[in-house]
């Protein structure tokens, strides 16, 4: 089987780590996978590169002169001639869409939803009048993939075909993602962390959707109950470049203890260091940042958006969005427990990731269901190896019709 995944970017979000790892674990039971980039060419298109997975970079602007390489697209995937096509986020999925009939033959097309809907009124006007024009055209594709079921919900509440959805969760590598001694003491020397300092880490790219005002608020109440509390902030935008997240810091206070990190890789190397894992999104999907703490056996504090509280259920805590005073508390709180109760609240949470997250059932649910859109005994080049047919009981949960 040949599979063509179509992405916005290749930026190192959490929608492109999933695709990373799901392309992998697919390469490896024989299916070509290659990744088309609506961007230009980013850095993690070397990591696909390194695992045997080809990248193209189809750069679509934002205005007339994209025409171009929308032909560049259609024309791509004609020379692919791919069993398959999976759209993630709403630009690839529409743009898929609209290209699909000009193909020189029908091909399945899949979308993939990475997010929720909680805070679409906040978005850019064209970004929100592409996710409509998912909306309009969500009858088209062969699958709607949704990786919570309460994006579905939300989605599916909005006007998205209901007949079309289904729900795959996220998978993660437990040995990717693991406690590490060597880790917490190398990443804490580089960044001037003491052990008797509390990290709080916080992973994510500069978004409103993350919602970091409440997070800086929360934290410098916090300092006002635990002086020796830290906050280290990971991702794109979040470094001295970026002048209104410097001046939040500063006006609120708390510049003096905050990390700034910027954009790290591999992340898997942060996590040992942090205390506790914070979250203070305002609108999430699956929160992969959450999953790979949990890995990490890091205890987790965070917000009730996407499927948090589903993910968190017993092991971590979990606040309103948007609330900076009841996410201080809820850290604070943590914070007090002390080291063997996060030990504990860590140990439950790596195993709740290795028995209902592990990459290894998620690649089954996306072959499986590959399998059945490209019609096994069709014109395929030959159904994924090793994958059972059916859906087994103890899988139920996250593949869902």
């Not at 750069?59 to 171009?68: F, K, P, T, W, Y």
């Not at 001639?81 to 193909?103: C, E, K």
């Not at 006007?125 to 909306?135: D, G, K, Q, S, Y």
Request: net charge positive; glycine share 10%; charged share 25%.
């Amino acid at each position: 089987m040949r599979v063509v995944h179509c992405i916005t970017g290749l930026s190192g979000d959490g929608a492109q780590r999933m695709l990373l790892r799901l392309a992998d674990g697919l390469q490896r039971r024989g299916v070509e996978n290659f990744v088309v980039s609506l961007s230009k060419r980013e850095p993690l298109a070397e990591a696909f590169e390194a695992r045997g997975i080809p990248v193209h970079a189809v750069d679509v602007s934002r205005n007339l002169r994209g025409i171009g390489a929308l032909f560049k697209l259609r024309n791509l995937l004609s020379e692919l001639s791919p069993d398959l096509v999976q759209g993630w986020m709403y630009h690839a999925n529409l743009l898929l869409t609209l290209i699909r009939p000009f193909l020189s033959r029908r091909i399945p097309v899949g979308w993939n939803m990475r997010r929720g809907t909680e805070n679409l009124g906040e978005l850019k006007f064209p970004t929100r009048l592409v996710v409509h024009a998912n909306r309009w055209l969500s009858s088209l594709p062969d699958r709607i993939m949704y990786c919570t079921s309460e994006s579905r919900q939300q989605h599916e509440a909005l006007g998205f075909n209901r007949e079309r959805g289904i729900v795959i969760a996220n998978g993660f590598d437990l040995d990717q993602f693991a406690r590490s001694p060597k880790n917490r003491r190398s990443i804490r020397e580089r960044f001037g962390v003491a052990d008797t300092d509390i990290l709080i880490g916080n992973i994510g790219r500069d978004d409103i959707a993350k919602g970091r005002p409440f997070l800086i608020e929360a934290f410098a109440a916090v300092l006002t109950w635990i002086p020796h509390a830290r906050l280290m902030l990971v991702g794109r935008g979040m470094s001295d470049t970026n002048p209104e997240l410097r001046r939040l810091l500063v006006s609120s206070g708390v510049a003096s203890r905050v990390i700034l990190v910027g954009e790290y890789s591999p992340s898997s190397e942060l996590y040992p260091a942090m205390d506790i894992l914070c979250s203070s999104s305002v609108a999430e999907g699956f929160p992969n940042v959450i999953a790979e703490a949990m890995c990490c056996e890091v205890p987790c504090v965070a917000t009730d958006v996407g499927n948090t509280k589903e993910l968190l259920d017993g092991v971590g805590v979990v606040v309103p969005p948007r609330s900076a005073a009841c996410l201080a508390e809820a850290l604070a709180a943590v914070c007090r427990e002390g080291t063997d109760a996060w030990d504990e609240r860590g140990a439950r949470g790596r195993s709740r990731i290795a028995k209902l997250y592990s990459l290894g059932r998620v690649v089954d649910d996306y072959a499986q269901l590959y399998n059945e859109m490209i019609g096994v005994g069709g014109p395929a080049r030959g159904e994924i190896r090793g994958v059972p047919s059916g859906v087994s009981p103890d899988r139920s949960e996250h593949l869902r019709v």
